[in-house]
């Protein structure tokens, strides 16, 4: 460690103060990061959370100093343990990084060089920044790998990443950030790219290797929930600007600023409900930087939005003197005359869509993908045909206005069975039957007009979905004309007004290309695409999981509003629990291409739970500290759908497994009141007994304990208040005394001078 | 809703002259993109006002041997004339059209070749794009120019050939891009959405591929051109050229060739120069276009 | 790995037949035409009648398209018609003229081309990837027959510095090889330090040479270690489709200086259908280039660890 940097633990590790980042582009200078101020102290860890292009990336590159060719440092200062970073040559800058700033990355697949195995990419940071030998440090480099939890980390270090998991990838990742010691590591959406089982097992080893090395964190993520189970203190950053910082119990407890509390109502949180507390999205979208109004750049989006004093000069942060936290401080002019923190906010509540007859039955569907496995050992032993079952046996059946979620993680089949039903791919067994007809077996190219017309989709990327050669109009006309709803153009035209309508978007938009879309917009449009030919199902197959967490909440609703008022099936597939909670009526669990629970949403999010919903449950982080979790873990990876478990496909990461009937033996379907099944060799009874995941407050329980939460913190308002009155008073008392003393000594002097004259 | 009155002002459909103005705008950001797209409208102009600008007919016999920039008998010669009299600004300049018209159209046939096979073997993968694969592979493992001087050897040097050999020896390069763009765009959601609607295989091939393949096609249209002028001039070079006596630039380096020496070396330079230009202007506009295209 | 070297050379066999037979089917479907393109257009019927049965061109189709191949597998080329001698005599001594011009080429033009192409993609933008690009492009754009007379007229005519011809009369000479070999690797450089100079600015853009960087590694270790190995498995396989590429600008260079290749030869005999030389000097030049491309795969295969550890 250089001489110069004392681990004096009073001078904060990190320290930035008005720091401005800009980019050059041909269009000129473009401010992404303005008047950003934050210091992290030893051991501390600083969530840095808002969505995509608010700029809380550009902050990470820009402590790194690493801003490309058209990035810079425009004004203010980051001092890394009291030294100024300005000062410093590119060669000291480069002896920082790595050894005491290390990063963690998004994509851990692409952070990791495909062509150099995973020893010389871990061994080189020690030989680079402590000068050890090459021995020594591969010594260290397997250490750190066993500390990370990577079992048989000798092996894993002479592979090439790309033979190992993302997870265990992630892993590596971590250790070569950690290998040197760094003081101050920057985490960049570290879990984004993994599935939620996999995540809780990185978050959790983060924490733990905090904990354990004391190093100060910089967490950088679009999710509140993780930033809760993280972090001590957390900056929401909207549109290049902290708009309000605090600790994670002020900003989760009272948001002062309408932004983070318009936040909240956009996560689907476990309370939240369809029909009786919507979700309530943040109308408009995140202004491009060079469209950034004047005055408070929320402005156009905010409810709260006063001309005079909001839209006038820049807001400036201010502390929010309402509470006891020291570090809560927000960018808005009118945070103390708006009440923002009471009770969570809701949209308009619905009545529920009754529910019709049944449209579509699923009926021990399979299918099953032929590999060809041409290696010698399989043509000696004559299987060199091999199946990759992608979905197993699946049961289930949706009726109209009915919403049907079906979860799962990367490799369950989800996909798979979207394509099964579209006609995409054909049902290698079992029936599908839409409208009591038997689908399955018929390709897309062979079904009617009718079935296609009936049975859309809705797509899950929004940069994907639309074609980008044509108009929006067009190609929602080319639905109408090719089902042959309309015939006239002239009536094409005004039905597709009508869709861009119903999806609210501007009419106008019919004559653009896709590219002057944002991605909600986009996603709209897939919307009204897939609604253009009046279909009685549709299936969504993760429609929000690429947008922000503000713009999915408006397209959530919107798809709900839709099919509520055609009545339509709608299927939504989706990798994350808490939209299925939120929007599904009944749901289906699937993990490597089977069903491991289905059952009405209710059902399914309480005990008797099957193992596997039960980790998942827990694995999903939650933005809502009213909320306690049980915490379960999962060991190991998914495995690899080519290669399952011969009998339950979760027993190679059940925490309840029972032995070897799990392993060898297919687990029966344990059928639990009307419609809840469960795939388990553990009977019901046992599971019945297994304590809820989450405990959900009930209303009163939430306010009351807000209100403690309050009372508590004006209470100790109040104390400091009352303490610095008494020191004041005490103070004043003094300086009366002080006073009556000097008084004193006047009148002494006085005496003293008329006995002199005398 | 305020964004409602948008309507009133909907831009109308750009019609395609405003389409290309746009691209002719788009095409500024790249100043080499320019200078190409500039040498390659000045041949492409050159060779429409061929008859108007051409000072003498390419073929007359005048004055034999004459050097550039000199004036003979009041007649004046830019770049001089050849061994058999022939003005070399007029046969470069009628030469450069023929170069142009051939090149042009048998790249633009191996295009359509090239477009048709790529298309049918990614879209529709399989057996069909096994059996196009070989034969392209067979194709391309010939090397061009021995596969050009079998071909035209064995047919007879002439126009019609020419194109042929092209059509024959470039179309599987421009089919394996095809095939590789067919095959990248067919992953899109918006294919799958036109065949979960139930689009026919020829609708989604022209309609919701071939458009979205248009930019990298573009570019190697250009550089292709570029290579096809380069071809043709071999073949003339190589005595495999379009018939003489009309003039052809490889034709008029090979018969100069031999008066490098005999202290004429303008005769063989002047055409070798006018086809390299034509060659640079097209590659320089390849490049500023992919530079173009990878901004945007 | 082996099982993928079997496959490669098992589709280099299956496209070696094809090509033979395209070669065989072009130039002897027709027994008359064989005769006739080797008594000369003014044998009479009755000679050429007595010429196909001597020489066994009554047989079927496939039986003599075996005997071929069989005959071209032991070596034995058939009878030039130009030279009146047997095609081997000097197809073998062509061959290896060529093969030294297209060596030294390869081996200054592949040099070159990787060191412009890395030194321009390090720094993609800067005025010296500018330059080293436009350089390429322009000389990409100069044809051999182009360069080859642009050449003869400065070093020449003008300078006199350097022979015109490369006839090699009196034997190998140096002297006499450079204006071939400044031809074609004039043309051909360019084409490959585009590639690596792409395939070097990718790899810079990429998050791991981000995550080297931010591991603090001295930038030359950065472009040494983590750059070259990844930005150089692209061009590898263009620079051995680029032998295919040579043996073309082989035919144009040869016949430009007079040079006595097997371009020139293929050249000759195709204008004077001297068939034998035709089909000696096809199948070998399709055999180099099926043979380049397939050991360009295969190295592709092995430079890729994603590719050789699957």
């Known amino acids: ?758 | 809703m305020a964004e409602q009155t948008e309507t009133l002002d909907m831009p109308v459909r750009e019609n395609s002259l405003q389409r290309w103005l746009k691209a002719i705008a788009l095409l500024r950001e790249s100043p080499v993109g320019m200078v190409g797209g500039g040498i390659v409208v000045f041949f492409i102009l050159i060779s429409i006002f061929a008859p108007l600008i051409s000072p003498y007919d390419p073929n007359a016999n005048l004055v034999p041997f004459v050097t550039p920039f000199s004036t003979v008998d009041d007649k004046f010669f830019l770049f001089g004339t050849d061994q058999l009299g022939r003005d070399i600004l007029s046969r470069l300049i009628w030469g450069g059209q023929r170069v142009l018209f051939y090149a042009t159209a048998a790249t633009l046939s191996a295009y359509a070749v090239g477009i048709v096979m790529g298309l049918a073997a990614g879209y529709s993968k399989g057996w069909v794009d096994e059996a196009i694969s070989f034969v392209a592979n067979v194709i391309l493992s010939f090397p061009v120019m021995v596969l050009y001087v079998l071909i035209i050897a064995t047919l007879g040097a002439s126009g019609l050939n020419i194109i042929f050999a092209v059509v024959f020896a470039s179309s599987p390069g421009i089919m394996r891009i095809v095939r590789g763009l067919t095959l990248d765009i067919s992953t899109r959601e918006y294919i799958a959405a036109a065949q979960t609607r139930g689009e026919s295989a020829w609708f989604i091939m022209m309609v919701e591929i071939l458009p979205n393949a248009r930019g990298p096609l573009i570019v190697d249209f250009c550089l292709r051109m570029g290579y096809t002028t380069i071809t043709i001039g071999a073949l003339g070079f190589l005595g495999l050229g379009l018939p003489p006596p009309d003039p052809d630039w490889g034709g008029m380096i090979t018969e100069a060739r031999a008066f490098v020496m005999g202290g004429f070396p303008h005769m063989a330079i002047i055409p070798a120069c006018a086809v390299s230009l034509l060659v640079l202007g097209f590659n320089l506009l390849a490049d500023g276009l992919r530079e173009v295209s990878l901004k945007d | 790995m082996l099982r993928l070297i079997a496959r490669r050379f098992g589709l280099m066999m299956l496209i070696m037949f094809v090509v033979t037979l395209l070669l065989f089917l072009a130039n002897e479907a027709d027994p008359l035409r064989v005769a006739r393109s080797v008594l000369g257009p003014y044998a009479q019927p009755e000679q050429l009648d007595l010429w196909i049965q001597q020489n066994g061109y009554d047989r079927s189709l496939a039986i003599r398209y075996l005997d071929w191949i069989g005959r071209l597998l032991v070596g034995d080329l058939g009878q030039s018609v130009i030279y009146k001698r047997p095609v081997g005599e000097i197809f073998w001594t062509r061959l290896a003229n060529t093969g030294i011009l297209a060596g030294i080429t390869f081996v200054i033009m592949v040099l070159l081309a990787l060191v412009l192409g890395v030194l321009a993609g390090m720094a993609e933008g800067s005025p010296r990837d500018r330059f080293i690009s436009v350089l390429s492009i322009a000389t990409t754009s100069v044809p051999e027959y182009a360069s080859a007379v642009i050449l003869m007229a400065i070093f020449v005519f003008w300078l006199g510095w350097l022979p015109g011809t490369s006839s090699m009369m009196a034997g190998f000479s140096w002297i006499e090889m450079v204006l071939p070999v400044s031809v074609l690797v004039l043309y051909g450089f360019g084409y490959i330090a585009r590639m690596t100079r792409a395939s070097m600015a990718e790899v810079m853009t990429t998050h791991y040479i981000r995550t080297a960087v931010l591991k603090g590694l001295p930038y030359k270790h950065i472009i040494l270690k983590h750059a070259l190995r990844n930005a150089l498995i692209a061009p590898f396989t263009v620079i051995m489709l680029q032998i295919n590429w040579l043996l073309s600008g082989v035919v144009v260079t040869e016949y430009a200086f007079g040079y006595k290749g097997f371009g020139a030869l293929l050249l000759e005999a195709a204008l004077r259908r001297d068939i034998y030389v035709i089909e000696a000097c096809g199948v070998a030049a399709v055999f180099v280039a099926v043979f380049t491309q397939t050991l360009g795969d295969l190295g592709y295969t092995y430079l890729n660890p994603r590719i050789r550890f699957k």
Not at chain 1, 207 to 232: P, R, W
Not at chain 1, 234 to 260: N, R
Not at chain 1, 485 to 513: C, G, Q, S, Y
Not at chain 1, 566 to 579: G, K, N, P, V, W
């Open chain 1, 1 to 758: 460690m250089p001489d110069d940097i004392r681990p004096d633990t009073d001078v904060p590790v990190l320290e930035i103060e008005d720091l401005r980042l800009s980019y050059y582009t041909r269009a000129g200078e473009i401010p992404a990061v303005m008047d950003f101020s934050l210091k992290v102290n030893a051991g501390e860890s600083v969530g840095l959370v808002g969505e995509s292009g608010c700029g809380k990336s550009t902050v990470a590159n820009g402590i790194m100093r690493y801003m490309g060719k058209n990035g810079g440092i425009v004004g203010g200062t980051i001092k890394f343990k009291g030294r100024d970073m300005a000062e410093m040559s590119d060669e000291e800058v480069r002896r920082l990084r790595g050894a005491e700033i290390a990063m963690i990355y998004q994509e851990p697949m692409a952070a990791l060089n495909p062509s150099m195995t995973i020893a010389d990419q871990l061994t080189e940071v020690l030989t680079e920044h402590e000068g050890i030998g090459r021995q020594e440090a591969a010594e260290r480099a397997a250490e750190m790998l066993d500390a990370v939890h990577i079992p048989d980390p000798r092996r894993l270090m002479d592979s090439y990443p790309h033979q190992i998991s993302g997870g265990q990838q992630q892993r590596v990742v971590i250790a070569m950030a950690l290998l040197s010691r760094p003081s101050l590591l920057l985490l960049d959406e570290p879990t984004t790219a993994l599935d939620v089982t996999v995540e809780a097992g990185i978050v959790e080893l983060i924490a733990e290797l905090s904990e354990k090395t004391g190093a100060s964190l910089l967490y950088i993520s679009h999710n509140l929930g993780l930033m809760l189970e993280v972090c001590d203190r957390i900056c929401v950053m909207y549109s290049g600007e902290v708009v309000e910082q605090g600790s994670i119990d002020s900003i989760f407890s009272w948001p002062k600023h309408p932004y983070t509390h318009g936040l909240f109502g956009c996560i689907p949180l476990p309370h939240a409900d369809k029909n009786a507390r919507p979700l309530a999205a943040i109308r408009g979208q995140l202004p491009l930087p060079h469209q950034r109004p004047k005055g408070c750049y929320f402005g156009p989006r905010c409810d709260f939005f006063v001309q005079e004093k909001c839209g006038q000069q820049q807001i400036p942060m201010e502390e929010v003197t309402t509470d006891n936290d020291p570090v809560h401080r927000v960018r808005c002019a009118r945070w103390n005359e708006v009440d923002t923190s009471t009770a969570m906010i809701a949209g308009e509540a619905r009545e529920p869509a009754p529910v019709g007859e049944v449209v579509l039955e699923v009926d021990n569907m399979k299918k099953y993908y032929e590999v060809k496995d041409s290696s010698f050992g399989a043509m000696l032993s004559g299987q060199s045909m091999r199946y990759v079952k992608a979905n197993e046996t699946i049961n289930f059946r949706a009726r109209r206005s009915e919403t049907i979620g079906i979860v799962g993680e990367s490799g369950c089949g989800k996909s798979t069975f979207a394509k099964v039903l579209m006609g995409l791919e054909t049902a290698t067994d079992g029936e599908v039957r839409l409208n009591h007809v038997n689908i399955g077996a018929i390709p897309v190219r062979s079904r009617t007009a009718d079935q296609l017309s009936s049975l859309q989709m809705v797509f899950q990327n929004p940069n994907d979905t639309l074609n980008p050669s044509h108009t929006i109009g067009g190609q929602i006309g080319r639905v109408i004309k090719h089902f042959g709803i309309e015939k006239d153009p002239a009536k094409i035209h005004e039905r597709v007004m009508n869709l861009l309508d119903t999806v609210k978007l501007p009419r106008a938009f019919a004559e653009r290309k896709p590219r002057q879309l944002s991605g909600g917009q986009k996603q709209r449009v897939g919307i009204a695409r897939a609604f253009a030919g009046n279909p009685s199902t549709v299936i969504a197959d993760e429609p929000i999981s690429a947008l922000d967490v503000s713009v999915a909440a408006a397209v959530t609703e919107l798809l709900m509003d839709i099919q509520r008022e055609h009545e339509t099936t709608l299927l939504f597939i989706s990798h994350d629990l808490s939209a299925v909670r939120y929007l599904a009526d009944r749901i289906v669990v699937m993990y490597l291409g089977q069903i491991m629970e289905r059952g009405t949403t209710d059902e399914v999010f309480a005990p008797p739970y099957h193992p596997y919903t039960e980790a998942l449950l827990s694995a999903v982080p939650i933005a809502d500290p009213e909320i306690e979790k049980r915490r379960i873990v999962l060991e190991g990876n998914l495995p690899s759908v080519l290669d399952p478990p011969a009998g339950c496909p979760f027993c190679t990461r059940c925490p309840r497994v029972l032995g070897d009937i799990c392993e060898n033996e297919r687990p029966p379907v344990q059928i639990d009141g009307e419609g809840h099944a469960i795939a388990c060799h553990i009977p019901l009874d046992e599971l019945r007994q297994v304590e809820p995941v989450l405990k959900v407050p009930n209303e009163l329980e939430k306010k009351r304990s807000l209100m403690l939460k309050q009372a508590r913190a004006k209470k100790a308002a109040a104390e400091a208040a009352a303490a610095e009155a008494a020191a004041a008073s005490a103070r004043a008392r003094a300086a009366a005394a002080e006073a009556a003393l000097a008084d004193e000594l006047v009148a002494d002097a006085d005496a003293a001078i008329k006995q002199d004259q005398t």
